[in-house]
């Protein structure tokens, strides 16, 4: 089993910015790839962005360059800068780790609110 435990979402401004936080802990496997998704109301969960532990980064497009994923490997932990905040960007965002054999593991959310 793997556990993961986000944290840094809130309520932000138009124009503002967050940073996430995601630790995973339990039988954690390398290589793996850990980052974010997010799922607003009435819509279908989207990837924000992943990152392997060789760090090969993706994003999701609608990023554009306003997030940037980082990992720190030692640590299991999964950091997201969110810059440029827009009201669009209003969602949960989820947590996840995926690993070849062990699986697909998701954390229980945090919920971002942007306000214009």
């Known amino acids: 089993q793997v556990q993961l435990v986000e944290s840094g979402g809130g309520l932000v401004q138009a124009g503002g910015s967050l940073r996430l936080s995601c630790s995973a802990s339990?039988?954690?496997?390398?290589?793996?790839?850990m980052g974010w998704y997010r799922q607003a109301p009435g819509k279908q969960r989207e990837l924000v962005a992943t990152?392997?532990?060789?760090?090969?980064?993706r994003y999701g497009d609608f990023v554009k360059g306003r997030f940037t994923i980082s990992r720190d490997t030692a640590k299991n932990t999964v950091y997201l800068q969110m810059n440029s905040l827009k009201p669009e960007d209003t969602a949960v965002y989820y947590c996840?780790?995926?690993?070849?054999?062990?699986?697909?593991?998701w954390g229980q959310g945090t919920q971002i609110t942007v306000s214009s």
């Open positions: 996840n780790y995926e690993h070849l054999v062990r699986g697909n593991y």
């Open positions: 990152m392997h532990s060789f760090g090969t980064s």
């Open positions: 339990g039988n954690i496997l390398s290589p793996n790839t």
